[in-house]
Each structure stands twice: as C-alpha cells, then as structure tokens.
C-alpha cells in the first residue's frame, strides 16, 4: 500500500505570495490532517478534513486554509505569505475520524519564504 | 483543552546507558502515542498505547502508559547511536474537539 504522499517537497516563496501544498492520504483513508512544525512552535495543528468538509481547526490565521476532494486528497492554502509561514507542513492521514485509528504522516513540505 | 509536556528536551547520552524520556499530559487521553523524527524527514510511528498500564516494546524502545498519573515513559535500553532522533509523544482525546496534540520532542542525541 502506499503511503501517504505530499507535492511539492520543497517550496521558496516570496512574501506576500500565495502558495498551495497538496496531500494524497493512504488508500482507503477519508480524513486528512495537516499539520505545521517549525524549532520554535513544534508541531501544531492546522485543521483536519473528512468528507470534503473541514471538522476541526487550530489556531491559525484565516490565510491558512484548506479543502477536501472526492477522492480524499487534500490541499493547504497559504495567501499573503510571513516570512513566519517558513515551517515543514506535514499532512497525516487515517480511516476515519470519530474512531481512534492511528494517523500516519507524509514525507512534508518544507516552504521557506524570503 | 489537552495539553502535552515532554521532559528532557535535549538529551545527549553516551551509547550502551540507559534513559527514559517522560510525557505528561493535562487531561485524559484516549490514546497516547510515541513517533520518532529523523532531521529533514517525517515522522514514524512506533507505539499506541490505549490502555492504563500498557507496555510495549520494540528493540532498545520500551513504552508504558500510566493514565492515572497522566504520565507515558519512553525507556531507551543500551542506546546506540542509530536511535538518535527526535522522539515525540502525543495525546489524543476523543471528544467532538479529537484532535491529536504534540508534545514538543525530545532531541536525543547518543554519543559514539
């Protein structure tokens, strides 16, 4: 089976850009994390989505957001980009939200911008 | 709201000792897992722990599950210098917020 997949794996934006990362979950798995990690921060939660429709949030800034397609891949979106958006973008898929299957995560993003 | 503590963050240790890096997190958890990081790379899982006093164990790795102290041990045997990474915990409460929450990684890095 393959795993989780993510495009592009390396990024370098300028500021005030938009960019746009892409996610492929596992076969047969519905919900796709994503995830931010930078030295500073750690790993902390963007937003999942299950069903093409966005069921949980984190504490992001309204120029992250994300969607869902019928097939369960994902993207991310960032507009007007902070030289603080430079961070590995991870996204995890699973089965299915609600039950407590383990996520399994992508290789990453990394997007630096200048 | 679950929050997610580890302890070391950094660990330098020589190779062939032992160390144990510690996870306490605030609230009940529904589960509790271990992944490691390699620099540049993704994470990979090594253990789901559901249940109080669950142990698991995978080479030199060794993992428990304390719920009633909110606390998980991660317990390295012999280290030797492949297990240098970075090794996170997380929680995952299973309420109509289920997310799945970090720690912020131990980095541990074993001496030749």
């Known amino acids: 089976k393959a795993g989780v997949t993510q495009t592009p794996r390396y990024l370098i934006k300028t500021r005030g850009q938009q960019v746009t990362l892409s996610c492929s979950p596992i076969?047969?798995?519905?919900?796709v994390s994503w995830y931010q990690q930078t030295p500073g921060q750690g790993l902390q939660f963007l937003f999942e989505?299950?069903?093409?429709?966005?069921?949980n949030k984190g504490n992001f800034p309204g120029r992250f957001s994300g969607r869902q397609f019928s097939n369960s891949r994902s993207e991310m979106n960032v507009s007007t980009l902070e030289l603080g958006d430079s961070a590995l973008y991870l996204c995890?898929?699973?089965?299915?939200?609600?039950?407590?299957?383990?996520?399994?995560f992508g290789p990453g993003t990394r997007l630096t911008v200048t | 709201e679950l929050k997610v503590e580890q302890n070391p963050l950094f660990l330098s240790m020589q190779e062939g000792k032992n160390y144990t890096i510690y996870c306490n997190y605030s609230?009940?958890?529904?589960?509790l897992y271990w992944y490691r990081q390699d620099p540049g790379k993704s994470l990979e899982s090594l253990f789901v722990?559901?249940?109080?006093?669950a142990v698991k164990q995978e080479g030199r790795l060794m993992a428990s599950l304390d719920t009633k102290a909110r606390l998980s041990t991660l317990h390295i045997t012999a280290a030797v210098h492949d297990l240098s990474a970075t090794y996170f915990c997380?929680?995952?409460?299973?309420?109509?917020?289920?997310?799945?929450?970090f720690g912020k990684g131990t980095r541990l890095h074993i001496l030749p």
């Open positions: 609230t009940t958890s529904d589960r």
């Open positions: 995890a898929s699973r089965n299915s939200p609600g039950v407590l299957y383990e996520q399994y």
């Open positions: 997380a929680g995952h409460l299973m309420n109509r917020d289920d997310k799945i929450i």
């Open positions: 722990l559901l249940s109080n006093g």
């Open positions: 989505y299950f069903s093409e429709t966005q069921r």
């Open positions: 076969s047969g798995h519905r919900s």
